[in-house]
């Protein structure tokens, strides 16, 4: 069963007709996990996104599925709890995507600490309790410890010295946003769901007593509008939420929830900036704040910010005072590093969907276009009491008098709670007012799409996939990266690969894979692959300039592009390549010099 714009044709068919149960308004990791759910229970469901799947902060953030230490210290420890939990379950149905990778803490005296030596301890063993590191055969061998300051800089030498007293290391997880998003929509639509990007809701419906009974969609690509009618309309567009509360004119638009900030990460060749592991740490400028660095396919990012925005959603930018704020921060924890603007290769930005603890005034949301985002890389409470880093990352489930559903914040690592969360609404709704018999279906158990291997021994399962792409023709190093990416999938990518010719400018490995992708994962656009369906665009800088014109040929070919549409995504790639490298700002800075 394809899943490409083949396929889209007959789905749209599907949701003008079909009277569905349940339809997720946001294709991100919380709209992606909960129409796996709904679809696993056998509800009639549908998923649209008015962009690509995972194109919000879905494909934006700092890429690792993670309890969130640094929240012990606000005392959030319900957050904790349930997303240190999660991370083995991830990692249990999604191994390809999700994989245990234990952080270095260094623990610095200086101003605004997160944690101390004697802190930092109490909160590593509450994090592996909390997770059950010494119950699991599996996971105790990730036990934290404690090292002094000479051990810490054994292990990574390139840190500052200068007030070092010593760190920790804990278990955490890698993860693939955008691939654990598409993953979870694949799995959904194998199992009946309806899933299609780039199909916008535009207003939300009611029938005569007042009940949302479907949403006004707008197709992106043909610009027709419809209406599809659901049973239940649940929305669960991010930091967008309240944006679509407001297409449901029975919602008093003054009351907003979300307040959006936004987190930036840098990308700098491993050449320049080589870390041994994972690494977290305090940013030492008395914010509150910690920052990343992770290795990552011969790459260095680190990350984040956390600013208030009110700025285009679906484009948040790097902004200089982003970049000022990071290399400040990187260059006095790594003093031999000089990391310079020039040295960026890539970068992202995505906005967090926090759940302002208090509501903001009502004027803001309005003001909320107008505004330019807040140009600083520190926290900016603005008209807020918290700073954006106090601020909560808990979720919230509502459910408005029309009966429209609100699934918003939290983190993408308790995506599947979140949906277990909104199941259970759902469930309620569906068998007291609509006399079914639905039940609650065990996600945990679910493997996503790509998964279905040993997750216990999932580096020996993914090497062996890799061996088979190798064994079909395909390079060792393409071959890993495939089995990285597609894990299960990677027989299905190179069940035809003896008798495929590589695409000019392309590997055999990308020619399989780009059109593995085109046909089974909805990927439309050059975007769509290069920066959410693969790594290219963030890690694989040397590379991607020959990358492009391969993928925008074969694409011109499969979508028969015309001449115009072929110039457009060319010009669009070369947009998105350099701005992930930042030239608007290089370029700014050399007219400056
Ligand atoms: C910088 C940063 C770092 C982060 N790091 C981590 C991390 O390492 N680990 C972690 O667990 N969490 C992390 N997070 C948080 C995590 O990324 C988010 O909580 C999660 O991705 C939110 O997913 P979502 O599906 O709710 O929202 P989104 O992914 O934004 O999805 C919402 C979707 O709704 C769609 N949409 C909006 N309006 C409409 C409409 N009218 N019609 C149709 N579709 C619509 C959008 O196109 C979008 O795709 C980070 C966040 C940021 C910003
Ligand atoms: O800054 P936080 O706490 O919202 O977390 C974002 C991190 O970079 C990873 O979750």
């Not at 949403?215 to 679509?244: Q, R």
């Amino acid at each position: 069963m394809t899943f490409s714009i083949k396929s889209r044709a007959e789905e749209i068919k599907k949701l003008k007709t079909r009277r569905l149960d349940l339809l997720v308004i946001g294709g991100g990791i919380t709209g992606a996990g909960l129409a796996l759910q709904a679809s696993a229970a056998g509800m009639r469901t549908a998923l649209i996104d008015m962009q690509d799947f995972g194109a919000g902060t879905s494909s934006r953030s700092t890429r690792l599925v993670h309890g969130g230490i640094r929240y012990l210290k606000s005392f959030d420890v319900e957050v904790v709890s349930e997303t240190v939990q999660e991370r083995a379950i991830i990692q249990h149905v999604a191994p390809h995507v999700t994989r245990p990778d234990p952080m270095l803490l260094p623990i610095y005296d200086e101003p605004g600490t997160t944690f101390s030596m004697f802190s930092v301890k109490i909160a590593m063993d509450l994090y592996d309790r909390l997770a059950g590191i010494n119950k699991s055969e599996y996971l105790k061998k990730y036990a934290n410890y404690t090292l002094d300051k000479e051990q810490v800089l054994k292990l990574e030498p390139q840190l500052n010295p200068e007030n070092l007293a010593g760190g920790g290391v804990y278990l955490d997880y890698l993860n693939n946003d955008s691939r654990l998003v598409i993953e979870n929509i694949k799995k959904a639509h194998d199992l009946g769901g309806l899933m299609v990007s780039r199909m916008k809701a535009v207003k939300v419906l009611h029938n005569q007593f007042g009940n949302a009974c479907g949403v006004t969609v707008k197709d992106m690509i043909s610009g027709e509008e419809f209406d599809v009618k659901a049973k239940i309309v649940l929305n669960a567009s991010g930091p967008w939420s309240d944006f679509v509360k407001d297409l449901d004119d029975k919602h008093d638009q003054r009351k907003t929830q979300m307040r959006p900030t936004k987190g930036v990460h840098l990308v700098v060749d491993q050449s320049r900036l080589n870390v041994p592991k994972p690494t977290y740490f305090g940013s030492g400028t008395n914010d509150g704040r910690m920052i990343f660095t992770i290795p990552r396919d011969g790459k260095t990012y680190f990350g984040t910010t956390d600013t208030d925005f009110k700025g285009d959603l679906t484009h948040p930018k790097v902004d200089q005072g982003d970049v000022d704020y990071l290399l400040k921060i990187i260059n006095k924890k790594y003093p031999n590093a000089h990391i310079t603007l020039d040295d960026v290769e890539s970068s992202w930005a995505g906005v967090r969907p926090l759940v302002a603890e208090e509501p903001a005034p009502v004027d803001d949301k309005k003001k909320e276009e107008e505004k330019p985002d807040v140009v600083s890389g520190a926290s900016d409470s603005g008209s807020h009491k918290l700073t954006a880093s106090q601020v909560s990352r808990g979720s919230s489930l509502k459910r408005a008098d029309d009966g429209l559903i609100t699934l918003a914040g939290g983190k993408l690592t308790d995506y599947r709670k979140m949906a277990d969360g909104a199941m259970k609404m759902i469930i309620e709704i569906m068998n007291t007012q609509y006399a079914r018999d639905f039940k609650p279906v065990d996600s945990a158990s679910i493997k996503v799409s790509g998964g279905d291997f040993d997750s216990n021994h999932a580096e020996e399962e993914l090497e062996n996939y890799a061996k088979e792409a190798i064994a079909a023709g395909v390079d060792p190093v393409g071959a890993e990266k495939m089995a990285n990416i597609f894990g299960s999938n990677t027989e299905e990518v190179i069940a035809n690969a003896k008798d495929t010719k590589p695409i000019a400018g392309l590997s055999l490995a990308e020619t399989l894979s780009l059109r593995y992708s085109m046909e089974n994962e909805m990927t439309l656009t050059p975007e769509d692959y290069l920066f959410r369906r693969t790594n290219n665009l963030l890690f694989n800088h040397d590379e991607i300039k020959n990358v492009k014109a391969g993928v925008i040929s074969e694409m011109a070919k499969y979508y028969d592009w015309t001449d115009d549409q072929i110039k457009d995504y060319t010009e669009k790639t070369n947009e998105l390549i350099n701005e992930a490298e930042l030239d608007y700002l290089k370029d700014a800075a050399a007219v400056e010099a």
